[in-house]
């Protein structure tokens, strides 16, 4: 277990206790894998030790805890009127391979913090508030994402329990094996949220550019993933005439190319929209084999549903001629998830907006172009985000940074916020 950082409570004029939420996410950066920090991938031993840490830190906070069937670790603490329902705020503390020690971690870093100060000053909420890590947010092992906020939402179909990961395991065994219950995911399901807060590096930008504090998140991208297989024949490097082979890399080569291309004319007119393949494996890769088989995912976001319609024609039809050019076949075009754009809830942005101008803080609107537990939670609460500038923009490496005090300024303008929810809500009831 990781020494618990120790830093002298170095209080500003914000509500909250800066160094000690630093040192939380200080603290949790170094659970990770030596050789490639920062990587705490879901499912693994090493998010268990990040999930027992978390779990230590919400026990000593005042917060009871427990893992629902969906997988996600909840804190919560009763509030003074339980009827009224749940104000909830969180992200997520797993890593992309390589990733950083910011993205998802601020956000549950900055819930916990919320909670102790909220305890220090002696208030107690009308409403009930969780702290939420999510599980396995980022892409998982299994090739799907925010599998605990889709399990919360009702998201989490039944075929995509059975997808494996490259040993063969389950999802559905995974998730067991993380405390969650695939035979009882209808437990996860929630009514009782009233309003869902997610604080998060802005992965962009555009906040540091402009010497912003804050960012009010207007709406998350749909993310659609797609997976295409080509199938063509191993060969020797050597002796196979050119005109003979059948190489798979080929034609998945032209097809990354396509996406490139495709996403460039989409992304010039109306709407946000991006595109990448991420992954693309060979097999079987050795130098001096032609490859018999490419698998490769794409990723593709918009804030405009029409434009991924039209990226997929464009791309079902190219790769299936980059196919042919190369005498391949391409054994599957499969879509193994895709999320809808969603707009966040304009009085809980307001919240976060006056939070923001209460505490002095400069904020602007701005969309998301990653995606967020928050965009699951929308389908059923009023959700929102906030967004803290985060150095050059940069996300999902190592280089990834945020200032101790940006991150404790958007936890600041969160408490702000729960703390007028709390009071308007009540009212609304
Ligand atoms: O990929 C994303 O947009 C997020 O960081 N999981
Ligand atoms: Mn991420
Ligand atoms: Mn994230």
Aim: charged share 25%; proline share 4%; net charge negative.
């Amino acid at each position: 277990m990781p020494t618990h950082f120790q830093q002298p409570t170095s209080r500003t004029n914000l509500p909250i206790n800066a160094a000690r939420l630093w040192a939380d996410v200080m603290s949790l950066a170094e659970i990770t894998d030596p050789a490639r920090p920062y990587t705490r991938r879901s499912f693994t031993a090493l998010f268990l030790e990040g999930r027992a840490w978390l779990t230590q830190r919400f026990v000593e906070a005042g917060l009871s805890t427990r893992i629902d069937a969906a997988g996600n670790l909840i804190g919560r603490i009763e509030g003074r009127h339980p009827t009224l329902g749940v104000i909830a705020i969180g992200s997520h503390c797993d890593t992309v391979p390589a990733g950083g020690r910011f993205d998802g971690i601020a956000g549950v870093a900055a819930g916990l913090e919320i909670i102790r100060a909220l305890r220090e000053t002696n208030t107690r909420l009308n409403h009930t508030i969780e702290i939420i890590d999510f599980l396995a947010e980022e892409p998982s092992e299994y090739g799907l994402s925010c599998v605990g906020s889709r399990g919360m939402t009702g998201a989490l179909e039944g075929k995509m329990l059975d997808l494996t990961e490259p040993g063969g395991e389950k999802l559905c065994d995974a998730l067991r094996r993380v405390g969650g219950d695939p035979d009882r995911l209808a437990q996860a399901r929630r009514n009782d949220i009233r309003a869902f807060l997610e604080l998060h590096i802005e992965q962009g930008i555009v906040l540091e550019s402009r010497l912003l504090d804050v960012g009010i998140v207007t709406s998350i991208v749909g993310i659609r993933r797609i997976e295409i297989v080509f199938q063509g024949e191993a060969d020797h490097a050597g002796t196979t005439p050119m005109e003979l082979r059948h190489d798979a890399l080929v034609a998945a080569s032209n097809t990354v190319v396509s996406v490139r291309r495709a996403a460039e004319q989409l992304a010039a007119e109306e709407g946000y929209f991006v595109a990448t393949v991420g992954i693309l494996t060979v097999d079987p890769s050795a130098s001096n084999i032609v490859p018999g088989q490419c698998r490769l995912v794409i990723d593709a976001r918009t804030t405009e549903p029409t434009l991924t319609r039209r990226f997929v024609e464009i791309i079902e039809q190219e790769s299936a001629e980059h196919a042919a050019a190369a005498r391949v076949t391409r054994a599957s075009f499969t879509t193994l998830s895709d999320s809808k754009p969603v707009a966040c809830d304009a009085h809980l942005r307001s919240a976060l907006r006056r939070g923001a101008s209460d505490l002095g803080l400069a904020d602007t609107d701005l969309p998301s172009g990653a995606g967020h537990d928050a965009a699951f939670m929308s389908r059923i609460c009023p959700s929102a985000m906030v967004f803290v500038p985060c150095r050059g923009g940069k996300s999902h490496a190592p280089e990834e940074w945020a200032d101790r005090e940006a991150i404790a300024a958007g936890t600041a303008v969160v408490y702000q916020a729960v703390k007028a929810l709390d009071q308007s809500l009540a009212r609304s009831a």
